[in-house]
């Protein structure tokens, strides 16, 4: 779901690099990665973030949820608001 969020950012400009660009980029020089859990367990979790009507919010924060509550890189006001492990 990052991925496909961070295409998505890229596509309409709000990012200069691809998806593909940034993940190898977090990989090589921070040794950060996304996380392997299956996509239905994540869903599961998913279905219990309420404060968001935004899917690729509650699907990322749920992910990290599942993963052991691990931290969340993320520069988003509403989910550093709402997941206390996020950084920026």
């Not at 599961?44 to 699907?59: G, L, M």
């Not at 006001?77 to 996020?86: A, C, D, L, P, W």
Request: aromatic share 10%; hydrophobic share 45%.
């Amino acid at each position: 779901m990052v991925q496909l969020e961070l295409e998505y950012l890229y596509e309409i400009n709000r990012i200069k690099l691809t998806s593909r660009d940034i993940l190898l980029k977090l990989r090589y020089e921070l040794e950060v990665s996304v996380c392997p859990l299956s996509f239905v367990n994540i869903i599961e979790s998913a279905v219990n973030e309420k404060w968001t009507r935004d899917p690729f919010d509650r699907i990322i924060v749920a992910q990290a949820k599942a993963n052991g509550l691990s931290i969340l890189v993320s520069s988003d006001e509403h989910i550093r608001s709402n997941y206390v492990k996020t950084v920026w």
